[in-house]
């Protein structure tokens, strides 16, 4: 991959919203969302791959690196060929990845990273509720388990957050995250909106 994807990285603990939020933005014209965890729960869970991917998240522990960025890459090589993903027509939003500073690296010939979008939320029981109704809702195996969503947080703390400090602190922008997706949205909106405008206007428009 010669090409560096313009994109936004969705970033922060377990459910804080980034899934939520990038839903959103995947579906307003101009933006693709791809949510890492969500590519990895769409494998075939006999697969070899899918199995090791069940092995690690069903215990709260993250994938090895490099199973990782493989599987990403293979992902997103998958969604420009179909022309799912449109490279030069849309801002790329991240979810979920990179989740260590490993990844980071891995990631950096082929990511130019406008802006890193923390959304905070310093009310972890708060997180630790969405997480147990989104397990209900979706079928989660690593969020039903309290044991084993207290790791994720062990997890993010250790191994993800100090991705923050691999990123120049001018394009880290922090979102409270506490209040409700409409009213997080506009935060997130006011932050990649002005980002998408600028490198994506289209000439037929203006
Ligand atoms: P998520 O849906 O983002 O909460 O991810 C669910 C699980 O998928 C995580 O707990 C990890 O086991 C795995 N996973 C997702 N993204 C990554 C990543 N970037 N690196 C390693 N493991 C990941």
């Known amino acids: 991959m010669s090409h560096r994807y313009k994109c936004i990285l969705l970033f922060g603990s377990p459910g804080s919203g980034k899934g939520t939020q990038g839903k959103i933005l995947g579906e307003i014209p101009g933006f693709f969302h791809l949510a890492c965890g969500d590519v990895f729960r769409s494998l075939d869970l006999t697969s070899s791959l899918g199995k090791k991917?069940?092995?690690?998240?069903?215990?709260?522990?993250?994938?090895?690196?490099?199973?990782?960025?493989?599987?990403?890459?293979?992902?997103?090589?998958?969604?420009?060929?179909?022309?799912?993903?449109?490279?030069?027509?849309?801002?790329?939003?991240?979810?979920?990845?990179?989740?260590?500073?490993?990844?980071?690296?891995?990631?950096?010939?082929?990511?130019?990273?406008?802006?890193?979008l923390h959304l905070v939320c310093p009310d972890e029981a708060e997180?630790?509720?969405?997480?147990?109704?989104?397990?209900?809702?979706?079928?989660?195996?690593?969020?039903?388990?309290?044991?084993?969503?207290?790791?994720?947080?062990?997890?993010?703390?250790?191994?993800?957050?100090?991705?923050?400090?691999?990123?120049?602190?001018?394009?880290?922008?922090?979102?409270?995250?506490?209040?409700?997706?409409?009213?997080v949205l506009m935060s997130v909106l006011d932050l990649v909106a002005p980002i998408q405008d600028h490198h994506f206007r289209n000439p037929l428009t203006q």
């Open 127 to 183: 997180m630790v509720r969405r997480m147990r109704r989104r397990a209900l809702k979706e079928n989660r195996l690593d969020d039903a388990d309290e044991k084993v969503i207290h790791h994720r947080f062990e997890v993010y703390r250790k191994e993800t957050e100090p991705v923050l400090s691999y990123y120049p602190k001018d394009i880290i922008h922090n979102v409270p995250a506490i209040a409700s997706p409409s009213m």
């Open 53 to 116: 991917f069940m092995t690690h998240s069903s215990k709260g522990e993250l994938v090895p690196d490099e199973l990782t960025v493989e599987m990403w890459q293979n992902n997103m090589k998958a969604q420009v060929s179909l022309s799912i993903f449109k490279p030069a027509q849309d801002l790329l939003v991240l979810d979920g990845i990179p989740r260590t500073v490993s990844q980071a690296k891995a990631l950096k010939d082929h990511l130019d990273v406008l802006a890193v």
